[in-house]
């Protein structure tokens, strides 16, 4: 195997504890705890008990040291997290944006295009509770806010509510009525008397979307019955974990699954995950480079450097965080008060708790701010100490991902071809199947899974026309060269190269670097004085990339091509049937390393050829996912239109990328309402002007095969995808627009939630994928649509290297690519 990678033998272990449940009340890197309950408590078994007046008061609990209060309200905060994870999703599956679309009432599927029969890797559910089901609210008194501790109290009471049930830690579902609408028990935690309350709250019937979600709680169980260890969202198998000895590096192989409804049916989408770990702790960093840098200034600078803006996984219970700062101040031997005042130390917490033994007692604390997620940037963030020996370092460093034989290596493991995921995935169907205890927890519910991937027909779409000025050159654009005389010239020798570039560029473009290296920092300082301080369009190149004679044609092609844009110019374009239409892009960057400003970036056609494009970027709060601010951003990109076009577009199309879960009920009610206010102010009353919204997702876990030749493969490019896998309450569909050398492609998920343009499925999707084609900074096709990519290199521009707003005189040049 290459890379002396080897898979472990089944048990054996190295260097990770088994996972246990978060200790509560801790004031080191637990994310969950149990409020006023001391970490000493354990559950024990109990009797049904009738609750004392006494019992009833929430116990006074005593004061809290400055950590452990941050780290209390960290830890309510994740624990809701947890137990809400499936909300966001589920909140979108009962947006019915279709209703308000009669064009595509009765379908919303196409027709154009060849069929061709697809593979999926959603496996059908072919059988379900058909009962109605009870749902119950669960409350504790005192509040428990670990969820492994919640449900070990209730289970407490297993012979009353029954081994058939599903427990989310706040509800209770079951397929039975409990005696009493209403009843208050009693569970024990040692000495600690805790108030259970069962309160009946609603009947659920077989198709009612909240049944989905407990299926899928259900199925994490299943999950765990499997001896999968859980890491954030997925589970892996740590069993079959695939050692890289001589890079220091461990993959878990996992899942990531969900239980939906889709147009037709109920599926369960399951994939492939792996899980990057390094064979190398927090801790082991932080000495390999105390050797290196002795003085403490210079130590502490290269730390920070390296573990800052890092993810690590705790050894002990799997739990990952990032790191945020270090805490140089404090050591394991620092004290902390836990719930009931008693004061422990980090060395004795870990070795009581998860019998594990600090060793270093006088290494720094590593500083998390709690677990970060886009659109909840009011969740409270209060830090959370770590003890850098017990924590796993994850993700490839910056010399790893340059290292070409560890990326070989990774790639053959981890990307995984058509036959080599259906592979994987059949096994993982198969164990399912065969496990005897978890085929008894499905049987508790009559839920039952097709064991084949689910098969139906799609479309591939005709070829795109690309045009060069008049020309039609089809979709092999990459090799027509618009520059014909400077790569001549180029073809001569590198002396001349050089020269000719020295000559081309004084004329024609402002400013060229070559940089000697690839450090951030140099190249952050230079575009934030090009791009605001001194607004002019310029290209960045490393120098040893022009030091390849064998690839200096193909470099001295794409870099006149960056120039020429930049500069205004057009490279090709497409025919999109469509006129007087402008196109806009949305995207947002986040920066979740050092947590500043959020940037929204917005970029729209002021041209019908789509060559030209006029841009804006908006600062908003940390983690602000939808965007404030378009109503000024749309009246200055068509002030522009009109300037350049002498009249205005009838229609607008938005393509809306870098959506969180959960949030299209709030699309529709915050950003399409800015849009709508904008056109209003700027056209005349009856004017007629539309507008189309589209939410895209690239994020997804659903992928499509085509069988050729008895091996599955990746679909062509252009294949459409509007059935089976859609939602019938949404205006939706996939396409898969470009190829992939190695592994499998990932296709694009597109929603149409407002459109007044009324476009038919065959239009909006031969549209998108046209669109797809019309990116300057690839020649070739792109898995968005071009607005999408260009507001995405905007943001992330300016969030990772400018920091402030680009000068306004850029606004109408791609000087962002």
């Given amino acids: 195997m290459s890379g002396r990678a080897r898979t472990r033998a089944r048990g054996r272990a190295h260097g990770w504890a088994p996972s246990q449940p978060a200790p509560p009340g801790a004031a080191a890197p637990p994310t969950q705890q149990t409020g006023q309950i001391p970490p000493s408590f354990q559950p024990l078994q109990g009797k049904s008990q009738v609750v004392q007046p006494a019992q009833r008061r929430r116990p006074r609990r005593a004061p809290q040291p400055p950590e452990e209060a941050h780290l209390v309200a960290t830890l309510q905060a994740t624990s809701v997290k947890e137990r809400n994870r499936f909300g966001g999703i589920f ?22 295009g060849r069929p061709v029969k697809l593979f999926t890797n959603h496996f059908r559910v072919t059988s379900r509770p058909q009962q109605v089901t009870y749902k119950y609210n669960i409350d504790y008194m005192p509040d428990i806010e670990d969820g492994k501790v919640r449900t070990e109290l209730l289970l407490q009471h297993k012979a009353l509510i029954g081994k058939c049930h599903i427990f989310d830690g706040s509800s209770l579902l079951l397929p039975h009525k409990l005696l009493s609408p209403k009843m208050e028990l009693v569970s024990l935690l040692k000495k600690q008397v805790v108030k259970v309350t069962i309160e009946f709250t609603s009947e659920l019937t077989p198709t009612s979307p909240d049944c989905l979600r407990y299926y899928n709680i259900l199925f994490r169980r299943i999950l765990k019955m499997m001896e999968l260890e859980q890491v954030g969202r997925n589970y892996y198998n740590k069993r079959e974990a695939t050692e890289f000895s001589d890079h220091n590096l461990v993959i878990w192989p996992g899942y990531v699954t969900s239980i939906l409804e889709y147009e037709t049916s109920i599926t369960l989408c399951a994939d492939v995950n792996h899980k990057l770990v390094r064979m190398q702790t927090a801790y082991d960093l932080i000495s390999a480079l105390r050797d290196g840098f002795p003085a403490k200034q210079d130590l502490r600078e290269q730390v920070s450097k390296q573990l800052v803006g890092s993810i690590v996984s705790t050894i002990f219970n799997n739990k990952t965080y990032r790191v945020d700062d270090i805490n140089w101040e404090e050591t394991p031997r620092t004290t902390f008060k836990t719930s009931d005042g008693a004061e422990i130390t980090f060395v004795e917490y ?13 290494q720094p604390l590593l500083i998390s701010k709690g677990k970060w997620k886009k659109s909840q940037q009011d969740m409270p963030r209060e830090p959370v100490l770590l003890v850098p020996q017990l924590c796993n370092l994850t993700g490839l460093t910056d010399d790893l991902r340059k290292n070409y034989r560890v990326m070989r290596d990774l790639a053959l493991h981890m990307r995984l071809d058509p036959e ?95 940089l000697s290296s690839e450090k951030k920092d140099l190249y952050d300082s230079i575009k934030q004085y090009l791009c605001v301080s001194c607004p002019i369009p310029s290209q960045c190149v490393i120098a040893r990339t022009l030091d390849k004679p064998q690839t200096l044609m193909t470099i001295a092609t794409k870099l006149a091509q960056q120039m020429n844009c930049k500069m205004g110019g057009a490279l090709w374009k497409v025919d999109t049937g469509l006129q007087n239409a402008m196109f806009i892009g949305i995207d947002c960057f986040h920066d979740i390393v050092h947590r500043r400003k959020s940037i929204a970036g917005f970029v729209s056609s002021i041209n019908q050829e789509l060559t030209q494009w006029f841009s804006q970027c ?15 951003c749309l009246e200055a990109a068509l002030k522009l239109w009109l300037k350049h076009n002498l009249f205005l577009p009838q229609a607008i199309i938005v393509y809306r990328d870098g959506v969180g879960d959960g949030q299209l009920q709030a699309l529709l009610d915050h950003e399409v309402p800015q849009i709508e206010s904008s056109l209003k102010s700027v056209y005349p009353e009856d004017s007629g002007v539309k507008l189309t919204f589209i939410v895209v997702k690239k994020r997804i876990n659903t992928r499509f095969f085509v069988e050729s030749e008895g091996r599955l493969r990746n679909p062509l490019p252009g294949t459409v995808i509007d059935v089976e896998v859609t ?17 499998t492609v990932t296709p694009t998920h597109y929603n149409v939630i407002h459109d007044t343009v009324r476009f038919t499925p065959d239009r909006i999707q031969c549209l998108t994928y046209r669109l797809c084609h019309m990116y300057y900074n690839l020649p070739g096709v792109i898995r968005v649509p071009a607005p999408c990519h260009y507001a995405h290199k905007l943001a992330y521009l300016v969030g990772q290297s400018i920091h402030q707003e680009p000068h306004h005189s850029l606004a109408n040049r791609l000087f962002y690519l």
């Fill in 91 to 112: 909140r979108d599956h009962v947006v019915d944006t279709r209703r308000y679309l009669d064009h595509v009432r009765e379908s919303t599927a196409g027709m154009q």
């Fill in 727 to 743: 939602k019938g309450q949404w205006y939706d569909f996939f396409i898969v627009s470009q190829s992939v050398k190695d592994g």
């Fill in 420 to 514: 080599k995921r259906q592979h994987e995935l059949q096994k993982f169907m198969n164990a399912i199947q065969s496990n005897k205890e978890v085929q008894q927890e499905l049987q508790l519910w009559d839920l039952k899974f097709d064991a084949s991937f689910l098969s139906f027909s799609g479309r591939i779409l005709k070829e795109v026309r690309i045009f060069q000025g008049r020309r039609e050159i089809g979709q092999k654009r990459q090799e027509v060269d618009p520059y014909s005389s400077f790569l001549d010239v180029a073809s001569s020798s590198p002396s001349t190269v050089v020269a000719s570039w020295t000559v081309s560029l004084l004329l024609s473009f402002k400013v060229v670097c070559v």
């Fill in 350 to 362: 870990y070795k009581t708790r998860y019998d594990q033994a600090v060793t270093e007692l006088n």
């Fill in 618 to 632: 908006l600062f908003q709060e940390s983690g602000q996912e939808l965007v404030n601010g378009l109503k000024a």
